[in-house]
């Protein structure tokens, strides 16, 4: 009698694929040896990169995990939440919110401009004194375990978007940093404020950076950005933020 166990192995690899990625390292992995094989097989994760539309030819000479990706791939997310302003200040903590403190708008606001992305239609803004606001991001919690992390080293990449009004100028800052467990900085990417004077074009710009070749034992990422408005007026004149980002991907670059 025929089974399942005596179909050739290119026939089970097509199968197995068609199985949700949990299924296949909970269950179908501890069935027997053989299938056992199969699952670990390169080529049942690449077929499942093409089945979800992960796979490019190009990452053919790129890519030697393609489990590793395949997993990455399916996580991959914006890991901050509320992003645009659409749950007011939820997850967010408010690390100064001096002046006339946080506010949120409506897109485009006075003196101001739309998003380059049409789905955005808020933003946060700042005042006259410091108003800087976090979040921080446990790893673990977002699905990435620590043997991922510490071994396959996945790009994390930081984006970010902000804007002037045209009739005020302001500062803007970020600071990214990768933390252990006990919240020591293992990296971190804090550029030069951005001075933006009077009378500028209000455009919204994107900030972006990608950690690459960290240091083993990053368990959390803390994002706080922010800043204020320049002449001191009374009111929300300050920085506008909005759109942030923090994904994480599988490196792919040789």
């Keep these: 009698m025929t089974t399942i166990g005596d179909l050739p192995e290119d026939v089970l690899v097509e199968l197995l694929s068609l199985l949700p990625a949990r299924d296949l390292l909970r269950s179908c992995r501890l069935v027997c040896t053989q299938w056992r094989y199969v699952v670990d097989l ?27 990706f395949y997993m990455l791939c399916h996580l991959k997310r914006n890991l901050i939440k509320n992003p645009c302003a659409e749950e007011i200040f939820q997850h967010w903590t408010l690390d100064a919110n001096e002046g006339d403190q ?21 933003y946060f803004v700042t005042s006259y004194g410091p108003c800087l606001k976090s979040q921080l991001i446990t790893l673990k ?20 978007w902000y804007a002037a ?6 500062r803007y800052e970020l600071t990214v940093r ?3 467990q006990d919240y020591i900085a293992l990296e971190e990417f804090h550029p030069e404020p951005v001075v933006i004077e009077q009378w500028s074009d209000a455009k919204w710009r994107e900030i972006s950076h990608t950690f690459q070749n960290y240091p083993a034992g990053v368990r959390h990422i803390w994002f706080q950005h922010g800043g204020h408005d320049t002449q001191f007026w009374a009111g929300w004149y300050g920085i506008r933020v909005t759109n942030s980002s923090i994904t994480i991907g599988p490196q792919t670059s040789s």
């Design 42 to 68: 390169n080529t049942l994760w690449k077929r499942k990169c093409q089945r979800d539309g992960f796979y490019r030819q190009s990452l053919d000479r790129s890519v030697s995990d393609w489990r590793t």
């Design 102 to 122: 946080w506010k949120i708008e409506d897109l485009p606001g006075a003196h101001g401009n739309n998003m380059p992305d049409p789905t955005v239609h808020k």
């Design 141 to 160: 919690k977002e699905g990435y375990w620590n043997q991922l992390m510490d071994e396959k080293r996945p790009e994390i990449t930081v984006k970010d």
């Design 165 to 170: 009004r045209f009739d005020c100028g302001c």
């Design 178 to 180: 990768l933390l252990s």
